[in-house]
């Protein structure tokens, strides 16, 4: 059974930081691109940083030089920091899981709340 355990979330002012984690279990985590999501209130979900098997990452344009994703693969854990926090970035927050050539998996999400 696969499961994605997000923590880290909460309320913080703006300027602020935050490290998300995310626990893998199910998975041959090393092979996996791992990504967060997140969504805030009628939005759509929207892909905040990724990060390859390899290492190679990406993120949006809106958190660029804001957010660092990382990956321990002995932990089997993906971490997002996330500094200069803005009221924007308010949302939930979801771990993503992709296997080569199969359907991902997501976690239950954690809420990120930045007030102004």
């Known amino acids: 059974q696969v499961q994605l355990v997000e923590s880290g979330g909460g309320l913080v002012q703006a300027g602020g930081s935050l490290r998300l984690s995310c626990v893998a279990s199910g998975i041959i985590f090393n092979i996996n691109a791992m990504g967060w999501y997140r969504q805030a209130p009628g939005m759509e979900r929207e892909l905040v940083a990724a990060?390859?098997?390899?290492?190679?990452?990406n993120y949006a344009d809106s958190v660029k030089g804001r957010f660092t994703i990382s990956r321990d693969n002995a932990k089997r854990t993906v971490y997002l920091q996330m500094n200069s926090l803005k009221p924007e970035d308010t949302a939930v927050y979801y771990c993503?899981?992709?296997?080569?050539?199969?359907?991902?998996?997501w976690g239950q999400g954690t809420q990120v709340t930045v007030s102004s």
């Open positions: 990060i390859t098997s390899s290492g190679r990452t």
């Open positions: 993503n899981a992709q296997p080569p050539g199969a359907r991902g998996y």
